[in-house]
């Protein structure tokens, strides 16, 4: 059954702090792994990566992935309030498509 | 960027009756649409997949016959929630996946919050 596995299940910091979230997943046919953050609604889109090693960046976050140990980390720096949510990882198997989601980690940045 | 829509956004309704959920997307075509159940303080469970054309697939422990989906166009797949009990009250999140392409990313709708008295 395939696994996807997120640390820490939450954190506090404040402003201008770092923070780095972790995804480590078990799959049997891996085709892609997608960052999401969630606030009050559905999901938004941040990141896919595919291919290992390539680290992806928008703005003050990115994220990057290890197709050999099988896990991706999630960078947020110079923090700020407006990134307070729960970031999902959720990988994509190349049957069918489906996605199957982390228990999330949820981030809560404090002025 | 591409937007999905869920209508409607809340529902309250008494144990025994049928709350239809409607998923569509809103400048793409989605061959595929997945709907999704999120209970609080946890992640998104995978309830089906939704082919347009075709029966959708359930995943384990997910019953077709109280949760039926519709996929009757390249834009809109429904979801029922038949013969809803409090037990079915949750955050049902559907979303869709580009068709064209090699690879298209999942673009999710808002979310319908169910209650069920």
């Known amino acids: 059954e395939d696994k996807v596995v997120q640390s820490p299940l939450s954190l506090v910091v404040h402003e201008g702090d770092t923070v780095t979230l972790n995804c480590s997943y078990e799959?049997?046919?891996?085709?892609?792994l997608l960052w999401y953050k969630q606030e009050k609604k559905a999901p938004t889109f941040l990141f896919m990566l595919?291919?290992?090693?390539i680290e992806k960046k928008s703005g003050r976050l990115s994220s990057i992935l290890d197709k050999k140990e099988l896990f991706s980390i999630l960078n947020i720096t110079a923090t700020q309030t407006g990134d307070s949510a729960i970031y999902l990882c959720?990988?994509?198997?190349?049957?069918?498509?489906?996605?199957?989601f982390g228990g999330g980690t949820r981030v809560l940045v404090k002025p | 960027g591409a937007v999905v829509s869920q209508h409607p956004s809340w529902v309250i309704c008494k144990s025994g009756t049928s709350v239809k959920i409607e998923c569509r997307s809103l400048?793409?075509?989605?061959?595929?649409m997945f709907w999704y159940r999120q209970f609080p303080k946890q992640s998104l469970m995978l309830m089906a997949t939704?082919?347009?054309?075709?029966?959708?697939?359930?995943e384990q422990g997910v019953e077709k016959d109280k949760f039926l989906i519709n996929h009757a166009s390249l834009t809109l797949s429904t979801l029922t929630v038949t013969s809803a009990h409090p037990e079915d009250s949750s955050f049902y999140i559907c979303?869709?996946?580009?068709?064209?392409?090699?690879?298209?990313?999942?673009?999710f709708g808002p979310g319908t919050r169910l209650l069920v008295l």
């Open positions: 979303s869709a996946r580009e068709s064209s392409g090699p690879r298209g990313t999942q673009y």
């Open positions: 799959v049997t046919n891996f085709r892609s």
């Open positions: 595919t291919s290992s090693g």
């Open positions: 959720a990988v994509e198997e190349a049957a069918g498509n489906k996605l199957t």
């Open positions: 400048d793409f075509q989605a061959t595929t």
């Open positions: 939704s082919n347009e054309g075709s029966k959708a697939t359930y």
